[in-house]
């Protein structure tokens, strides 16, 4: 019987977005690969923003914000940690809107 191991994939990125997916992760409190595994798995079996409660939880993964602050700051911290990401990329900044 064959034994299934763990298979590597890797992927080109430019240094602009290689630094996007630096900071995304520590912004989430992954690694790179942990997080890209996470983001795939979850966009080809439907599962962002659509899960239900019997989709495995290994695969969530969330912006680390601080607890116990209003949901003011908490979208405040979340459009600012956007920005920055959009800002490493060159892309123009958003608004989250009236927190």
């Not at 969330?62 to 490493?88: C, F, Q, T, W």
């Amino acid at each position: 019987m064959r034994t299934r191991t763990m298979s590597t994939i890797c992927i080109k990125v430019s240094e602009k977005e290689s630094a996007a997916i630096e900071a995304y992760t520590v912004m989430c409190g992954e690694s790179v690969s942990e997080l890209i595994r996470k983001v795939v798995i979850q966009e080809i079996t439907f599962m962002k923003n659509r899960g239900s409660v019997q989709d495995p939880k290994i695969y969530d993964y969330h912006m680390l914000v601080p607890v116990n602050i209003s949901n003011y700051d908490e979208n405040r911290i979340i459009e600012a940690n956007y920005n920055k990401i959009r800002g490493i990329l060159g892309w123009k900044k958003i608004s989250l809107g009236e927190y």
